[in-house]
């Protein structure tokens, strides 16, 4: 067997053997020495807030991540254990941790399921901030997550649906925030000097509601579908890219992000495949949306001769234009790596075929192939994922061999950076294995690089948006 392939399922099979004293759940941060919790948090690494990590607890908006690579490697290699270990958890969640006052799920970049309490957890503790239990969704929760968990407790996924909704405020003109009590029906968040209504949220949202309507038909989450839809259509400004919230602050420009924007337009592209049997007109005017925003990500001043990515066009202190590392990613998701926003131009390509989206891709594919990790900075191990996850793809799409030749050479150099122990570390130099660093990524990489030089493809994954 490929080292690369042996060492993910080693680690793997680590994860389900420390997840075995938590009803299946997986613990956040581990010790990669003992596969224990610390007692303590360990400190952040550069660019980490301790107000986004889940600990002590379970992150599943972190871990479908993982579940997903785990049901397809029983689907490439015939091993059941990995699909039975993934059924485990998601049935222990759809049943036991859901049942929140709201209807929302404990997860996501706020919230998480505490393993030691046995009830929702809050992660604003953590940085020593009084303040409520929050939802924030942060990732896309992939249609085959809600096709598990509506077989495991639909009627949860029916209340996350309508709990969603508390996302927006009772007043107008309407306007959402990203954030929303997770425990309390009242008092719903009020308005503050500027919005926080990032376009890539109601993306997010768009695609779960649809998920319901086309197994429900139900008008009320056709309506929830419909006002986000048009919620920043209507704030547009033709042929630009979205700004990060629709009311900036006092003293601040708009802040225009083609992060946030090519964020929404995949969501509306996928979205629009779910709802086209139920709903045809409603998928083709997502289609027309998503793709009039992927035209403005297109025009914007990227840098791509360098491979690199204008995820923000100004700065909200200098006003200039924020371009996306090869490595060295830190909070924000205009700091994502640039190989992120490659993989969403690749998504968007295998939905509507527009060939300068893989011509970006492509680009950018070329200088992170040869751009070598930075000495001295913690590079967290999602970025190894999307390197990886970039260069896979490439090759899926194109069949041209060069791609999977940088891929093969980069999981011989990040193995023995990441994944020299039993479990992945959560950066360089970590001594943690850290779900909020989404090393789920890596592993998809790592047996997606091996399993297509045998000619089989587990396929991407394109949640982080």
Same mark, same amino acid.
């Given at each position: 067997?490929?080292?690369?392939?042996?060492?993910?399922?080693?680690?793997?099979d680590?994860?389900?053997? *420390?997840?075995?004293?938590?009803?299946?759940?997986?613990?956040?941060v581990?010790? #990669?020495?003992? %596969?224990?919790?610390?007692? #303590?948090?360990?400190?952040?690494?550069?660019?980490q807030?301790? *107000?986004?990590?889940?600990?002590?607890?379970?992150?599943?908006?972190?871990?479908h991540?993982?579940?997903?690579?785990?049901?397809?490697?029983? %689907?490439?290699? %015939?091993?059941? /254990?990995?699909?039975?270990?993934?059924? /485990?958890?998601?049935?222990?969640?759809?049943i036991?941790?859901?049942?929140?006052?709201?209807?929302?799920?404990?997860?996501?970049e706020? $919230?998480?399921w505490?393993?030691?309490?046995?009830?929702?957890?809050?992660s604003?503790?953590? &940085?020593?901030?009084?303040?409520?239990?929050?939802?924030?969704?942060?990732?896309?929760?992939?249609?085959?997550?809600?096709?598990?968990?509506?077989?495991? =407790?639909?009627? $949860?996924?029916?209340?996350? *649906?309508?709990?969603?909704?508390?996302?927006?405020?009772?007043?107008?003109?309407?306007?959402?925030?990203?954030?929303?009590n997770?425990?309390?029906? @009242?008092?719903?968040?009020?308005?503050?000097?500027?919005?926080?209504d990032?376009?890539?949220?109601?993306?997010?949202?768009?695609?779960?509601?649809c998920?319901? @309507?086309?197994?429900?038909?139900?008008?009320?989450f056709?309506?929830?579908?419909?006002?986000?839809?048009?919620?920043?259509?209507?704030?547009?400004?033709?042929?630009?890219?979205?700004? +990060?919230?629709?009311?900036?602050?006092? $003293?601040?420009?708009?802040m225009?992000?083609? &992060?946030?924007?090519?964020?929404?337009?995949?969501?509306l592209?996928e979205?629009?495949?779910?709802?086209?049997?139920?709903?045809?007109?409603?998928?083709?005017?997502?289609?027309?949306?998503?793709?009039?925003? +992927?035209d403005?990500?297109?025009?914007?001043?990227?840098?791509?001769?360098h491979?690199?990515? &204008?995820?923000?066009?100004?700065?909200?202190?200098?006003?200039?234009?924020? @371009?996306?590392?090869?490595?060295?990613?830190?909070?924000?998701?205009?700091?994502?790596?640039?190989?992120?926003?490659?993989?969403?131009?690749?998504?968007?390509y295998?939905? =509507?075929?527009?060939?300068?989206?893989?011509?970006m891709?492509? /680009?950018?594919?070329?200088?992170?192939?040869?751009?070598?990790?930075?000495a001295?900075?913690?590079?967290?191990?999602?970025?190894?994922?999307?390197?990886?996850?970039?260069?896979?793809?490439?090759?899926?799409i194109?069949?041209d061999?060069?791609?999977?030749?940088?891929?093969e050479?980069?999981?011989?150099?990040?193995?023995?950076?990441?994944?020299?122990r039993?479990l992945?570390?959560? !950066?360089?130099?970590?001594? #943690?294995?850290?779900s909020?660093c989404?090393?789920?990524?890596?592993?998809?990489? +790592?047996?997606?690089?091996?399993?297509? !030089?045998?000619g089989?493809?587990?396929?991407?994954?394109y949640?982080?948006?």
């Amino acid at each position: 067997m490929n080292v690369s392939l042996a060492r993910t399922i080693a680690a793997l099979d680590r994860l389900v053997e *420390c997840a075995q004293s938590f009803n299946g759940l997986f613990p956040s941060v581990l010790e #990669i020495d003992t %596969g224990k919790m610390p007692f #303590i948090l360990p400190p952040a690494i550069d660019g980490q807030r301790d *107000c986004d990590r889940s600990f002590p607890g379970s992150n599943l908006m972190h871990d479908h991540i993982v579940l997903g690579l785990m049901y397809d490697l029983t %689907g490439a290699t %015939g091993e059941p /254990r990995f699909a039975e270990a993934a059924d /485990r958890y998601l049935q222990w969640f759809a049943i036991h941790c859901t049942d929140t006052p709201t209807g929302l799920f404990p997860w996501g970049e706020h $919230a998480f399921w505490s393993l030691y309490e046995g009830r929702p957890g809050s992660s604003y503790p953590l &940085a020593r901030v009084a303040t409520m239990a929050t939802h924030d969704h942060l990732h896309q929760a992939p249609v085959w997550l809600w096709e598990k968990l509506w077989a495991f =407790n639909h009627l $949860a996924v029916d209340r996350f *649906c309508l709990g969603l909704t508390r996302h927006y405020f009772d007043m107008d003109p309407p306007e959402y925030n990203r954030h929303t009590n997770l425990l309390q029906h @009242y008092m719903k968040r009020v308005r503050n000097d500027g919005s926080c209504d990032f376009p890539r949220h109601g993306g997010l949202w768009m695609l779960d509601w649809c998920f319901t @309507y086309a197994r429900t038909g139900s008008p009320t989450f056709r309506q929830y579908i419909g006002r986000t839809l048009d919620y920043w259509w209507d704030k547009r400004t033709p042929g630009q890219v979205l700004p +990060l919230a629709s009311r900036p602050k006092p $003293a601040q420009g708009p802040m225009p992000q083609a &992060a946030q924007t090519i964020s929404l337009a995949v969501s509306l592209l996928e979205s629009a495949v779910l709802v086209e049997p139920r709903d045809p007109e409603l998928a083709a005017t997502m289609r027309q949306r998503g793709n009039a925003y +992927l035209d403005a990500v297109l025009a914007a001043p990227h840098d791509l001769d360098h491979g690199r990515f &204008a995820g923000r066009l100004a700065d909200s202190r200098s006003g200039e234009a924020v @371009y996306s590392p090869s490595w060295g990613s830190r909070y924000g998701t205009s700091n994502s790596p640039s190989a992120c926003f490659a993989l969403l131009a690749l998504c968007a390509y295998r939905l =509507n075929h527009d060939a300068r989206l893989l011509d970006m891709a492509e /680009r950018i594919g070329r200088c992170c192939a040869v751009d070598e990790i930075p000495a001295g900075v913690a590079v967290p191990v999602k970025d190894a994922g999307m390197q990886l996850g970039l260069l896979t793809d490439l090759y899926s799409i194109t069949g041209d061999r060069q791609w999977l030749d940088h891929a093969e050479r980069w999981s011989r150099v990040l193995l023995p950076i990441f994944l020299d122990r039993d479990l992945p570390r959560a !950066a360089i130099g970590s001594g #943690i294995y850290e779900s909020q660093c989404l090393p789920g990524y890596f592993l998809r990489g +790592l047996a997606r690089t091996a399993l297509l !030089a045998e000619g089989k493809d587990i396929g991407p994954d394109y949640t982080l948006r």
